[in-house]
Every structure is written in C-alpha cells, then in structure tokens.
C-alpha cells in the first residue's frame, strides 16, 4: 500500500525515469494514471490532516484539477506525485484555517482510520478501534508541523528526506518535529511518563 507513493509518476505511468518531457507523457493518460495509482493515498493523507471525508474529496479532487491544469507547465513528470501531496497538504491548511475561523477550533472532527487486525476477538477488537480512535485524537491535536510531519512519516510511511522535501523544511527539522510529537504522543497516550 505505501510502497505505491515511492514510485514515480512516470515509471508508473509506463515511461522511463529519465523520460520526463510533455511530449513522452500526455496529459490525459498521466493524469489519469496518476488518479488511479494514487487517489486512495491521496485521500487517506487529506482524511489524517483535516478529519471530513467530504472536505478530503474536495480537496484531492482540486489537486487533481490542479495538476491537469497545470501538466504542461511541469518541468518533470516524475515529480507530479510530489505536486498533487503538496497540493493536498495546502488545501488542507486552508480549508482548516477556514473551518477555525467558522467554528472556531473545538469544532474539527477526528478521523479514526479503520484498520481490522484479522483474528481478534470482539472484545480485542472494540478495545483496538478505542485506542486507535485515541491515537487520532492525540495526532489532531498536535501543533500543525509536527501532525503533518507525524501523518507524513508514519501514516503515509515516507521517509525523512521525502517528507522534508513534502513540506518544505529541513531534514533536521522533520526529526525534530518527530520527536517531540512521538514524545507528546506518548505522553497523551499513556505510554510515557
């Protein structure tokens, strides 16, 4: 499942690493080979960052939008998933920052992803869904950089280059954010003192 955000968009889409020019890649065909190898990673990174299924559909469908406005003035193909991240990264900015200044900040859902370990019990798997439900509490209310860092990193499993060259801020910085998220986690969830 991660493993499809580490390939490229032109390696995916059939074309070579190096073949990278607008006219090896056409529009139609690359956007919707991007669409169907990454829309679902794209949608679980707008879920863990804003909490509304709905806005997280708007929000990849605009950097989809985006991109295919956009193809030809992108200088590599094989960048274009990096693109449609950042895409999905800053709208979910905006669109929080417009649900706080609506709402106000107590009114921001938590999304709680729904991964089953096969073979629990019943009891085994209410007590899971809380404790998961609790992680996601605990993310959301984590500083903005060290929540994207942390759904970065561990949700969308990249690693610290690919997620400081995602957000913009230097490898040291995303191992600092990192820490002291993973310490305030685990201060939140009882596993530290």
């Known amino acids: 499942m991660a493993r499809t955000w580490r390939v490229s968009a032109v390696t995916a889409m059939g ?14 065909a690359g956007v919707d080979a991007l669409f169907r190898l990454h ?13 509304d299924r709905t806005r997280a559909e708007d929000v990849v469908q605009e950097a989809f939008i985006s991109i295919y406005r956009n193809w030809h003035g992108l200088r590599d193909h094989g960048s274009a998933l990096p693109y449609l991240q950042s895409t999905v990264i800053n709208r979910c900015r905006t669109r929080l920052r417009e649900r706080i200044r609506e709402f106000g900040s107590g009114e921001l859902q938590v999304v709680a992803l729904d991964q089953r370990a096969p073979g629990l019990t019943s009891e085994e798997t209410v007590i899971a869904h809380e404790r998961h439900e609790q992680l996601a509490l605990a993310v959301r209310g984590l500083p903005r950089r060290q929540r994207e860092v942390i759904v970065c990193r561990y949700y969308l499993e990249l ?3 690919e997620t400081a060259n995602l957000l913009e801020l230097s490898e040291g910085s995303v191992k600092q ?17």
């Open 39 to 51: 829309y679902a990673g794209l949608l679980r990174l707008a879920l863990c960052l804003i909490g």
């Open 177 to 193: 954010h990192a820490h002291r998220a993973l310490r305030s986690l685990g201060v939140t969830m009882g596993d530290v003192s």
């Open 15 to 28: 074309g070579s690493p190096g073949a990278t020019s607008a006219a090896v890649v056409p529009r139609d």
């Open 159 to 161: 690693g610290v280059t």
